[in-house]
């Protein structure tokens, strides 16, 4: 009886005490912007800043796993960091093993937030073979590169960092770049990841830049000039990545580093595989490097690509600066190579509407319409005037006209011409001008004579 009694005084204390607690569960966030920092080389450390807050994220190069855990309490870049407690493992597995000789870069940042603890990080190989570096006591977040303790002669296949002594580290910015990867040194409509539309192109002074970065060694770099693209704004190249089918309402949130040297704005534009698109637009005058988070995404839709448009509302050169792009979403990122023939951002297999065709389109409709207004001012200018001229001639055949010359009829009727079709609003004002110093000059020269 008194057990029973127990049971049920312990089950009404958890009805009472559970609305009070939270459960906390760890959400797994995916990156989709490929190489959003714009380094030369890809970083082969995948989710290097632990930003998904779940071990095995990674897709391509590899995955962390492990005993550590993720926290929130003091990142060095990001939101999250790596916490590695006495006893606790961090590892990471490459999916392709790639050899040392190739490794330019491997290196973190750490800092013991307890003890003057050391930290062991072992190298492995596909012979099975062991290399190690020992890291030491950091007061604060520490560059740390362990790229002499990696053996040239061979393939590296994982790390793993153990806390050897009580204590715990933090970790953050893992760095492994091969120097084998393809740089992308600058963006057009066939670069990749990064790319820009074609069509829509009137910019050439885009570049990816080592004079300024946010994370890393490299930014994204437009000098906005006084280049017009037809709108009533000077505007940027746009910037762009495709990918394959992005749950939009898996969307966690698109973020940007940004500088400027003057005000601009700044465009962040969804593009869906219906063909539509929606956008999020920040004004943006920042000096140094400003974080901001824009809210895109449309619910239910696909997503298959982004892009970045900066324009000048009045001024006309401003220099831009982007690093460290980031979309995260709860759906793993799909890393099939994107085909997009037209360079408009949407994948071949969702595009039914050729952007190239359509400007073809658009410049045949542009010619069609500069003809038809030239016939109109030929109907409203000369027609008249020559039918002005040709009937003084016809009235000088009689035997009592006054002999007019055709010519002062011909003056005439263009005048009178010229200036109904300014007052209707057919003819523009420079050809009325071009029309009167023309005639001017006509009757100057004929009185001279």
């Known amino acids: 009886m008194k057990k029973a009694l127990i049971l049920i005084l312990g089950l009404i204390c958890i009805m009472l005490i559970s609305p009070f607690v939270r459960l906390s569960k760890a959400t797994a966030y995916y990156e989709w912007v490929l190489n959003g920092s714009f380094e030369g080389y890809i970083n082969y450390f995948e989710d290097y800043s632990a930003e998904s807050n779940i071990f095995n ?19 060095y870049i990001g939101l999250r960091h790596f916490y590695v407690q006495s006893g606790q493992t961090l590892w990471y597995n490459l999916t392709e093993p790639i050899i040392g000789a190739d490794i330019i870069n491997c290196s973190f940042y750490d800092y013991n937030v ?14 099975y073979t062991v290399d190690t570096y020992t890291d030491t006591y950091h007061a604060s977040y520490t560059y740390v590169s362990i790229l002499g303790s990696i053996n040239d002669a061979k393939y590296v296949t994982a790390f793993k960092i153990i806390q050897t002594v009580s204590g715990g580290s933090y970790f953050d910015n893992f760095i492994l770049y091969d ?15 990064w790319y820009e539309p074609r069509v829509w192109s009137v910019d050439t002074f885009q570049v990816i830049s080592t004079a300024q970065a946010y994370y890393g060694n490299r930014s994204y770099h437009d000098f906005i000039a006084t ?14 990545q495709s990918f394959y089918g992005l749950d939009s309402d898996l969307v966690h949130d698109f973020r940007l580093y940004a500088m400027t040297d003057n005000e601009i704005d700044l ?74 023939s037209d360079h408009d951002g949407i994948p071949d297999e969702y595009d039914t509407f ?66 109904l079709g300014f007052y209707t609003g057919l003819v523009p004002l420079w050809i009325l001008v071009l029309m009167i110093v023309s005639v001017t000059i006509l009757i100057v020269g004929m009185f001279k004579h």
């Open 57 to 75: 994220s990674g897709v391509q190069y590899g995955n962390f796993s492990g005993t550590a855990t993720f926290s929130l309490a003091d990142p």
């Open 179 to 193: 120097i084998d990867d393809d740089a992308q040194d600058y963006v057009t409509f066939n670069t990749k990841p």
């Open 227 to 240: 280049g017009n693209e037809g709108y009533d704004y000077q505007g940027g190249v746009p910037l762009t």
């Open 354 to 419: 050729d952007d190239e065709e359509w400007i073809d389109e658009e410049e045949e409709e542009e010619q069609v319409t500069n003809l038809v207004d030239w016939i109109v001012m030929f109907c409203v200018i000369f027609l008249p005037a020559l039918l002005f001229s040709g009937g003084i001639y016809e009235n000088n055949q009689q035997p009592d006209s006054m002999h007019i010359s055709p010519i002062f009829g011909l003056v005439a009727g263009l005048i009178l011409s010229v200036g």
């Open 114 to 127: 307890a003890g003057a603890n050391d930290k062991t990080i072992s190298i492995y190989y596909t012979d």
């Open 267 to 340: 465009t962040v534009m969804f593009l869906y595989s219906d063909e539509t698109y929606s956008a999020d637009t920040k004004y943006i005058n920042a000096s140094s490097w400003t974080l901001y988070v824009f809210d895109v995404a449309v619910p239910d839709k696909t997503v298959v690509g982004f892009r970045i448009i900066p324009y000048s509302l009045g001024t006309y050169t401003v220099n831009l600066w982007l690093d460290g792009i980031s979309l995260t979403a709860t759906q793993i990122f799909d890393a099939t190579e994107v085909t997009d």
